[in-house]
């Protein structure tokens, strides 16, 4: 391809440079800032964020949901809750998402207990938001450690823990 631009061989070098526009740092930093409002726009209007279901291989975020059975809790007749050594744990504990380097990436909490036999109450446990792509989960109820739990039960609401007898 041939270009057509041809300077004018007599003329100083300064004349011969080509026109350039010139770019200032501000007129690259709306440019930057309007793609970025642009690709979250997008990324809101396509439903991809947070949208709390199962998180495709790209990433995304999930809710994780499952059971948190309290064995020796609550007296088998519509009370529900612990007591004693464990009075911490009762609707609203809180419930703590960790990555596998520790790292806080989502709380929740426990929901209402119901009772299911003398002395065992089952919560509803659930943390929103929480980042897709790890190789497994670290969960805590209140203080009582982190267990580990795998992405498939983490993803799919099957996350089951307990506590006591």
């Known amino acids: 391809m041939t270009d057509l631009y041809q300077p004018d061989p007599v003329a100083p070098p300064a004349a011969r440079a080509r026109t350039r526009s010139r770019t200032s740092p501000w007129h690259l930093l709306l ?32 809710d994780l949901r499952g059971t948190f059975t309290l064995n020796s809790g609550g007296d088998g007749f519509g009370t529900c809750g612990g007591s004693g050594g464990y009075s911490d744990i009762s609707g609203g504990t809180r419930v703590t998402v960790y990555s596998a380097a520790g790292t806080v990436l989502s709380q929740g909490a426990l929901g209402t207990g119901r009772p299911a036999g003398m002395g065992t109450c089952v919560f509803s446990l659930s943390a929103a ?20 739990v795998p992405p498939e039960e983490a993803r799919t609401g099957s996350v089951a823990l307990s506590l006591g007898n």
Do not use: C, D, Q
């Not at 709390?52 to 975020?61: D, H, L, R």
């Open 129 to 148: 938001n929480v980042p897709a792509g790890e190789k497994f989960y670290l969960v805590e109820v209140s203080h009582r450690g982190r267990i580990m």
């Open 31 to 62: 440019a930057a800032t309007g793609g970025a409002a642009l690709v979250g726009a997008l990324w809101l209007g396509l439903g991809l964020a947070g949208s709390g279901g199962p998180a495709g291989p790209a990433g995304g975020s999930f």
